[in-house]
Every structure is written in structure tokens, then in C-alpha cells.
């Protein structure tokens, strides 16, 4: 087995443990005390949205210019400077922030400014530990950087929220341990980079000159750090703003329930690995009619997988939130489950329109909707946070809507420019079903044991949709579960 293939296998085998230990702490620990688990939510999503105006695109830049700056044996002398430019960019954002709050004194009263000795450090460690993240991959060792980037954070919230719950240790003890578990991830990415090859601080700026390389870098760095911040803000402000303008109890809630729907997106999970050859292989070539057939096939795939998940969950987490600490007050928010359940799976049907996007020659329009995304879903979390009394439930349908005018954006995009588009009739059957199960898991009579009813309800769901799909044969389950896809999943 290729380097590649082992760095790929175990990169997923730890990705799944991650989300594995995530989702499992999210539902069975974390909801028993969920305004100090909104706290660690809040302060990690904070901490994320501003690592990306720290980094500034420099990461990305440590991969592309890699390979050139290594024939000119000039690698390490590019990562030295990364690393000072993080510092000094941390810096010049500290001196704003300060700056900002001597102008608007209003800003010492958020929770930011109340959090600000752990949140603010957090952004220079993280930020290190980005560019050292991207600077490894270069080795094509993928691995170790993977278990620092996403086993770490979770081990130090599950460590920190079992010291201050389950062991009675003071608030500042646990919040230590989950700061010290970001330190302990940036020494391990050190050690590693060294032991990949000795690092030699070299902060010449000679190389860079030759050519107006830095243009090229600082050029190709802000493109990287629009899509980034994009990215970021419209993944983490909805935590932000919940935390900030409402409650950390909301952040606790909110963040469990979007733990328990994220599962309908495990089908997705490492497809675009797996397909981006194809993608890329089909633009090259120009052959969208292949291209077309692909992205139709590869969404009904995780479309109807994801819907099957969105429909038991539905049924079962009723049920489930009677075993869950704090779960009365889950049930009362369902809401949200269905509104953010929706649009995940308005995601899951539209495939890989960002993929294919990325992949041409049209990959800066990526960028622009990112910045859209993220403008639209802080207007609209500003709107529903203000102006309603809808809580944590008009937030999650600030992301929904933006989410899923985000992916008609992009099926537009496609259609226009390559005459492509994911969606097919058998769509709708799969949403009709699934509806029809749902209804009639809900109009069976409950038994007086919620166990039980965590059982059979959503086997009746699974029931449903297996014979529905029987019958109008919208997808073809029997080619996958077969003996030779149950021998697959051994092969290694």
C-alpha cells in the first residue's frame, strides 16, 4: 500500500473515532450541565472565527509555494517567517481589539471581553498550529496533524467538562486543562514537524524578495483567507451570537442538538476524497455529460442515506432525551432539530456543487458566495435574535435559510456554466416517503416504557422506507449490501 493509501485509511479510521467521541460525549455527558458546556462551545467557536484574520491565508501558502521554495532549499526559511508574520499579525490584532474597546467601551461588557484571557491567547495557539498543520501535509503525512487537529479539542472538552462536573473541580481549573490541551497540541506539531525533518530557523528575507515573491504569497494569501474567514464565520457565528445575545445555557443546547442531527451527514463523510479525481478528471476533459451523471448519482447517494437517518432521528429523539441529561429542556427545543435536519439534507441533495466549482477554472466564485454566506447569516442571526422572541429556534432558521440559498446559488452557478445540476425525480420520492413514514411513526400509539418506543418507532420508519423503496425502486440498496460490500469493508 502506497504512502498515500496507509496516510488516507488512517486518516479516516481517526476522523470517525473523533466524530465518534464527539457525538457520543454531545449526547450522553455534555447536556447534564449545559450552560458550562455552552461556555466551552462558545469559547472554542470565538476562539475559530478569529484564527482565520490571524492566519490571513499564510497557511495555504505554506502549501502552495512549498515545492518551489524546496528546490531552492528555502522551505524551512518560508515556515520561519510564516510563524513570524502569525506573531506579528497577532499582535497588530490584539492592538486593534484594545484599541477598539478604548473607542466603544460598550465592548467590555460582552462575554468576549469577559473571556478574553483564554480566548485571546487560544487565537495565537491555534494559529500557529494551522500553519504547522499545512506545513506537515507537505510531507504527505496527514495522520498525527489529524489527531492534534481533531481528537485534541475534543478530548480537552470532554476533559474539561468531567473535571468540572463529574469531579466538583473549580471552573478555572477545568478551563485550564482545556487550554493546556491546545498548548500540548501545538508542542505536538512542533515535535513532529522537527522529527519529519530538523527545523532550521532561517528569517532571511532575501528569498522572498527575489522575483517579488512575497506579492505571489501575500496575493494568494488573501484570496485563502477571504474563503477562510467565509467559511468560518458562517460555520461558527450562529454559537458566537447565541452565546453573546442570549445565554451560554442556549450554546449548550443548541450545540447538542446540532451534534445529535450532524449525524445524517456521515454518508458524506469522506466521499469528496473519493470523487474529487473523478470531478477533476471530467473538467479536464470537458466531459460534463459524465460529469452531469456522476454528481446525480453521488447525491441521490447520500441524499436518501441522510434522509433514512433524518427520519429515525426524528422519531427517536423524542424518546432518547429521556435518558439525556437535561432532556426536557431538548424536547422543548425540537424545533430546532427539524429546521437545521432540513437543511443539512438541502445540502446533502445538491452533492458536490462546491467541489465541482473549486475544481475549475471558476474557483474564486467559491470565495465570493462564502462571503455571502456569511454576510446573509449574520444579518439574518441579528434579525431573528432582535427582532423575534424565537431564541435559539430563530437562529437555527438564520442557518437554514442561508444554508440553502447558499446551494441553490451554487446549483444555478453549475447550470450556467456547465449545463449540469444534481437534482432528479427520485428526490421526491425519497422526500415523499420519508414524510409519509414519519407521519405515521408519529400517529402510533406510544408505550408507557420510552425504551421501547426508542426501538420501535424508528424500526417502523426503517420498514417503511425499505418496502416503499422495494417497490418503487428509487435507489438500489441490494448492489451495495451484498456479500462482496460486507468483504469490502475488511479488505484492509
Wanted: include cysteine.
Amino acid at each position: 500500500m502506497s504512502v498515500v493509501a496507509r496516510q488516507g485509511f488512517k486518516y479516516s479510521i481517526i476522523g470517525y473515532l473523533g466524530y465518534l467521541l464527539g457525538t457520543l460525549s454531545s449526547i450522553f455527558i455534555f447536556p447534564h450541565d449545559m450552560v458550562f458546556y455552552g461556555k466551552l462551545r462558545y469559547i472554542l467557536s470565538t476562539t475559530e472565527i478569529m484564527v482565520p484574520i490571524v492566519v490571513f491565508g499564510i497557511s495555504f501558502a505554506n502549501v502552495k509555494f512549498f515545492l518551489e521554495a524546496r528546490k531552492a532549499n528555502k522551505h524551512q526559511n518560508l515556515l520561519s517567517l510564516s510563524l513570524l508574520a502569525i506573531v506579528l499579525n497577532f499582535l497588530l490584532f490584539l492592538g486593534i481589539y484594545f484599541l477598539l474597546t478604548w473607542i466603544f467601551p460598550e465592548i467590555r461588557e460582552t462575554k468576549l471581553w469577559l473571556n478574553k484571557k483564554i480566548i485571546l491567547p487560544l487565537v495565537l495557539i491555534l494559529s500557529l498550529s494551522t500553519v504547522l498543520n499545512k506545513y506537515i501535509s507537505n510531507f504527505k503525512r496527514i495522520v498525527i496533524p489529524n489527531i492534534f487537529e481533531n481528537l485534541f479539542p475534543k478530548i480537552a472538552n470532554l476533559g474539561a467538562f468531567v473535571l468540572f462536573y463529574y469531579w466538583g473541580m473549580a471552573e478555572n481549573i477545568a478551563l485550564l486543562f482545556f487550554f493546556s490541551m491546545f498548548i500540548l497540541s501545538l508542542s505536538g506539531y512542533s515535535v513532529y514537524a522537527h522529527k519529519l525533518e530538523p527545523i532550521q530557523w532561517d528569517f532571511d528575507k532575501s528569498y522572498l524578495k527575489k522575483d517579488q515573491l512575497w506579492m505571489q504569497i501575500l496575493s494568494y494569501s488573501f484570496f485563502g483567507f477571504l474563503g477562510n474567514i467565509g467559511n468560518y464565520i458562517a460555520i461558527r457565528i450562529d454559537t458566537f451570537m447565541i452565546g453573546e445575545y442570549i445565554d451560554m445555557e442556549g450554546v449548550g443546547i443548541y450545540s447538542t442538538l446540532f451534534a445529535v442531527i450532524s449525524l445524517i451527514s456521515i454518508p458524506q463523510m469522506g466521499l469528496f476524497t473519493i470523487s474529487a479525481p473523478i470531478i477533476n478528471q471530467c473538467i479536464t476533459e470537458g466531459d460534463y455529460k459524465s460529469l452531469d451523471d456522476f454528481h446525480k448519482k453521488t447525491s441521490l447517494s447520500i441524499f436518501f442515506l441522510g434522509a433514512v437517518l433524518f427520519s429515525c432521528i426524528l422519531i427517536g429523539f423524542p424518546y432518547l432525551t429521556y435518558y439525556m441529561g437535561n432532556g426536557n429542556l431538548l424536547r422543548e427545543a425540537q424545533p430546532v432539530l427539524w429546521i437545521l435536519g432540513s437543511a443539512i439534507l438541502v445540502d446533502l441533495a445538491t452533492g458536490f456543487n462546491g467541489n465541482i466549482i473549486s475544481l475549475s477554472k471558476y474557483y474564486k466564485f467559491n470565495i465570493v458566495i462564502m462571503i455571502f454566506l456569511a454576510a446573509l447569516t449574520i444579518a439574518l442571526n441579528y434579525y431573528f435574535i432582535f427582532y423575534t422572541h424565537w431564541g435559539i429556534v430563530g437562529v437555527a432558521l438564520a442557518t437554514g435559510i442561508s444554508l440553502s440559498l447558499y446551494n441553490i446559488i451554487k446549483i444555478i452557478f453549475n447550470f450556467i456554466m456547465f449545463k449540469i445540476h444534481p437534482l432528479t425525480i427520485e428526490m421526491i420520492f425519497v422526500s415523499i416517503l420519508c414524510t409519509l413514514a414519519i407521519t405515521v411513526a408519529i400517529l402510533l400509539p406510544d408505550f408507557e416504557l420510552e425504551f421501547l418506543n426508542l426501538l420501535y418507532k424508528p424500526s417502523i420508519v426503517l420498514l417503511m422506507i425499505a418496502l416503499g423503496n422495494y417497490f418503487l425502486k428509487i435507489y438500489p440498496l441490494g448492489k451495495f449490501f451484498n456479500k462482496n460490500f460486507f468483504k469490502s469493508l475488511f479488505k484492509f
